[in-house]
Every structure is written in C-alpha cells, then in structure tokens.
C-alpha cells in the first residue's frame, strides 16, 4: 500500500519569497505522484504531475516540484510567491498506470499563508 | 471544455435521512471516482466506476454507494446519515489509461 507524508501542516511565508512543500512516499513500487491545490469553497486543481522521465517537472502558477526516488520524496517549490498562492496543497499518489483499481491517496495537506 | 460538475453545492441533511449527490464527467472521460474530505480524516477515497461497472472502493461502510450511467455519469448515495457524514464530496474524472485525474468543486454536505 502506498503513503504520503507531508512535513508541514501549514507554511507561513512574505510575498516575493521562496517556498518549499515538502512530500514524502511510501511505496514498494514504482509511483506516480501530484500536487493540487485547493484554494477555499474550491475544489482540487491540478499543479503539477510526475509519471516518468525528467525528475523535475514544472507545472502551472511557476511551480516546480522535484522527484527524488532514493529520499522518496517530492518537493513542491516557487521562487517567488503572491498573496494570491495563499491555499491548501495536497500531495497525492498512485501506483497505478490508469488501469482497474486506480485510486489516489492524499497527504494531509500544506496550509501555504502568504503574507504582505 | 467544461470540466467536472457536481450538483448540488450545498446540501444540509437531517440524520437518518439520504442523500444523492451527482457528478458530470470532462466530456471524454469515462473514469469517474469520488472522495471524502474531512478536516480530521482528510481527502479519503470513496470508489471509483468506469463503463458502469465499479472497479475499486475504499474503506467506507455500505451506507456509502454509488453508480454510474451510459453517459458516464455518476451518483452518489449515502442512506442513514450521520453527523460524521458531513464533509466536501468530491468527484474526479480521468480518461482511462491516463493517470492525472481532474476534480469537481465539491458538495459541501452538512448533518445535522
């Protein structure tokens, strides 16, 4: 079975500076893994996704995030953040290819507050 | 393309009584699979259907079920609510093969 750990309940930063969400996996087999967001009274909107390849992988609103598969461990970043980056990232894997028995499972969220 | 729609919003229930929530798929998309989110527990999967058929389930009491139509579209049923029942529902859709799955808005569902 597969696990997601997210360091960080909540993450408080000043607008312009750097952030880092950590995430960490559990798994016996290979994974895929994402990040949402979910911004209040809102749904989950997809960031960023790793399947394969590159380690790094970007994504939308200047996010980043870095597979590392020796540290299990995938790291959302942005160099620069606004006041409108304010939201609950969620960490989510699967370790299925989109077959039968597909499900996600989710960390327990990253409260990001971007502050003026 | 319109993404997932659930319907409704807002619900408030009495305990005891059901409730039925919907989910419209991205057009296309003929994987449709629902969640729980609760600030405890958090974001907990419920089932999943594809081609009318339920492929996968979670840890949930029978309480919980769900269906899903010709068109893809999806159904969820909880009977005897009770107040630990109250929480964001919500509905993922995904093409089949495909890993990234893409969300609704939610329903927000209240027992009291």
């Known amino acids: 079975a597969q696990s997601v750990t997210q360091l960080d309940s909540q993450v408080p930063v000043f607008e312009e500076a750097p952030v880092e969400l950590r995430c960490n996996y559990s798994s016996s087999v290979s994974v895929y893994l994402f990040w949402y967001v979910q911004y209040p009274n809102q749904g989950l909107q997809l960031l960023l996704k790793?399947?394969?390849?590159?380690?790094l992988v970007k994504g939308i609103n200047g996010f980043e995030a870095e597979f590392n598969k020796s540290q299990t461990s995938f790291h959302l970043r942005k160099p620069s953040v606004h006041i409108s980056d304010t939201a609950e990232y969620f960490c989510?894997?699967?370790?299925?290819?989109?077959?039968?028995?597909?499900?996600?499972?989710f960390g327990k969220g990253t409260l990001l507050t971007v502050n003026p | 393309k319109a993404g997932v729609t659930q319907t409704p919003r807002y619900l408030i229930k009495t305990r005891g009584q059901q409730v039925t929530l919907s989910c419209s798929p991205i057009?296309?998309?003929?994987?449709v699979s629902w969640y729980q989110q609760t600030p405890g527990q958090g974001l907990q999967f419920l089932f999943e259907y594809f081609s009318e058929t339920q492929r996968n389930k979670g840890n949930f009491p029978g309480r919980f079920s769900g269906r899903q139509f010709s068109n893809s579209r999806s159904e969820m049923n909880v009977s005897t609510l009770e107040l630990g029942d109250s929480a964001l529902y919500l509905c993922?859709?995904?093409?089949?093969?495909?890993?990234?799955?893409?969300f609704g808005q939610g329903t927000r569902l209240t027992v009291v």
């Open positions: 057009s296309g998309h003929r994987s």
């Open positions: 989510a894997v699967t370790t299925n290819s989109g077959g039968s028995n597909y499900k996600l499972t």
């Open positions: 790793y399947l394969s390849g590159s380690t």
């Open positions: 993922a859709s995904r093409l089949q093969g495909r890993t990234e799955a893409f």
